[in-house]
């Protein structure tokens, strides 16, 4: 019984973002993953063609 009220009193004392914060925090981490794939994607790209090229 403790613990449970220990989370709910950690819970009252968090602060939790706005929606506006978490729209943007969202946007930026599914941003930052497309720019990464799509650069992995060219590097991937270039390695095997590189590859072929050569063998």
Do not use: G, Y
């Not at 220990?6 to 497309?34: C, G, H, L, Q």
């Not at 794939?37 to 060219?42: M, P």
């Amino acid at each position: 019984m403790k613990f449970i009220k220990s989370v709910f009193k950690t819970m009252k004392d968090t602060t939790w973002p706005t929606k506006n914060e978490a729209v943007s925090d969202t946007t930026t981490v599914i941003s930052t993953a497309v720019m990464f794939t799509i650069f992995f994607a060219i590097v991937d790209f270039l390695v095997q063609w590189v590859v072929s090229f050569i063998a």
